[in-house]
């Protein structure tokens, strides 16, 4: 089974489910799995929104402050509501994006709610975010990201789902690839703040034969120190407490996952 074919792959359009995705956008196993989750959690949608809160207020603050003109949106998936091409426009409209995600019906919906006119180029790509080669020498991403200019890149809680890659090494063959200075955002899922929530959470993704591998403050840390990353203040904070310029009040159960943004090279 190639890690496209892999259960882990349907995460993004449960978590569209989860977010509340229109009618019809989301369907079959994907969305039998969100209610489910639902049922089980109902609090899963706060998570889902605080994660896609900070995913956007990150990619935001990496055009903003650190002046990236090209952004990697690795495990994209559906688009529902603001996505990043809105926010990155708003502060440069002359950014590049390329939205990955393995799911061909993902893909096309980003094409079609994705910017009608813009001075940057908006690419999609069909492929395996776990395979950083296949990635990387894709003509959307060659056509659309200068490997000679600092890139931001977007993981949003994906990286709990891939079991079946040496994340570790993914990481590193993404960090290797980009010029320095290159920005990485990351979400993942912890037991930290409500382990009890985060195990339920998990038990309905296994009863659907989707696992998943959380990891403590000092495991994230781990994981992108491995791959080169210098983790930017504020550090690795809930999700709902991050914010570009320190970290604000809120309940970091109501997130059960980290964020933090990081300088590659």
């Not at 975010?129 to 020498?137: C, K, N, S, Y």
Request: aromatic share 4%; net charge negative.
């Amino acid at each position: 089974m190639t890690h496209s074919d892999s259960p882990a792959m349907q995460v993004p359009d449960v978590y569209a489910g989860v977010l509340g995705a229109g009618a019809g956008a989301v369907h079959g196993r994907e969305q039998e799995l969100a209610r489910a989750l639902l049922a089980a959690v109902p609090s899963a949608a706060l998570v889902a929104r605080h994660n896609r809160a900070f995913v956007l207020a990150a990619a935001a603050a990496c055009v903003r402050q650190y002046g990236m003109t090209q952004i990697l949106d690795l495990g994209a998936g559906r688009p529902t509501g603001r996505n990043v091409h809105d926010v990155a426009h708003e502060a440069d409209p002359t950014v590049s994006l390329c939205y990955v995600d393995h799911s061909h019906a993902a893909v096309a919906q980003l094409e079609e709610q994705g910017p009608t006119a813009s001075e940057g180029r908006v690419s999609y790509l069909v492929a395996d975010i776990g395979d950083p080669r296949a990635v990387l020498d894709s003509t959307a991403v060659r056509e659309t990201i200068d490997p000679a200019r600092p890139t931001a890149v977007l993981l949003g809680a994906v990286v709990p789902y891939l079991t079946e890659v040496d994340v570790p090494d993914m990481l590193r063959e993404y960090a290797d690839a980009l010029a320095p200075g290159s920005i990485l955002v990351l979400s993942h899922g912890t037991y930290d703040f409500d382990r009890p929530k985060v195990q339920r959470m998990q038990e309905v993704y296994e009863a659907h034969g989707i696992p998943s591998r959380m990891r403590s403050e000092d495991e994230v840390r781990a994981l992108v120190e491995q791959a080169g990353v210098t983790v930017l203040p504020p550090g690795i904070v809930a999700t709902n407490q991050w914010q570009p310029d320190g970290v604000r009040a809120g309940e970091a159960g109501e997130a059960c996952m980290y964020g933090l943004w990081g300088r590659i090279g």
